[in-house]
Structures are given as C-alpha cells and as structure tokens.
C-alpha cells in the first residue's frame, strides 16, 4: 500500500507560478513511475507529467516548457514546478504512482488561475 499527498494548490493570477508537491509513503519498489494529472471541471483527467524512477521525463505538449517535474530522492517526494500559468490550467491537479501494474493516487490539490 502506498499513500500519496498532495500540497501545494491555490490560486494564482495568469503568468504566475506554483510549486506542487507529492509526498509518497508506504512499499515503494525500486522501480516506478511517478505522474502528475490534472482534472478540470467538466473534462477527462489529463496526464500533463511523468517522471521515471530511473530519472527520464515526459510531458505533454500543452505544458512542455513551462512544468517541470522533479523528485528529492531521500524524501521520496516529487514536485511539479508550473511556470507561466494560464487560465484554463484551473483543475484538480493529482499524483499518480504506478508500480507493479497498480496505481495508487492522492486525493489532489485544487489550482485555480484567475485575475
């Protein structure tokens, strides 16, 4: 079982920045990805960025270049750094592990990009 917390939401005018943060605990194997999505209100949960356990990184298009994914090793936490914020980026942003075939997820945190 592995538990997942997201922090780090709020709101923020447009071209802002926001750090996420997803602090993960429990039977972490070695091997694993970890992902952020975002749910807007109305839409599909979007996958927006993946990050290996062996370090490698994709993100989708719509974000690429302005978030970056990123995990402190010995905190067993992984951080979504959002840069140049956009109204529509308002959702309920998740994280994701996926290990062994299963994936576990926290409950979300709430970003809302407004003036």
């Known amino acids: 079982q592995v538990q997942l917390v997201e922090s780090g939401g709020g709101l923020k005018q447009p071209g802002g920045s926001l750090r996420l943060s997803c602090a993960a605990s429990?039977?972490?194997?070695?091997?694993?990805?970890m992902n952020w999505y975002r749910q807007a209100p109305g839409k599909q949960r979007e996958l927006i960025a993946t990050?290996?356990?062996?370090?490698?990184?994709t993100y989708a298009d719509s974000v690429k270049g302005r978030f970056t994914i990123s995990r402190v090793n010995a905190q067993n936490t992984v951080y979504l750094q959002m840069n140049a914020l956009k109204p529509e980026e308002t959702a309920v942003y998740y994280c994701?592990?996926?290990?062994?075939?299963?994936?576990?997820w926290g409950q979300g945190t709430q970003v809302t990009v407004s003036s």
């Open positions: 990050r290996t356990s062996a370090g490698s990184t």
């Open positions: 994701s592990l996926r290990q062994g075939g299963v994936d576990d």
């Open positions: 429990g039977n972490i194997f070695n091997i694993y990805t």
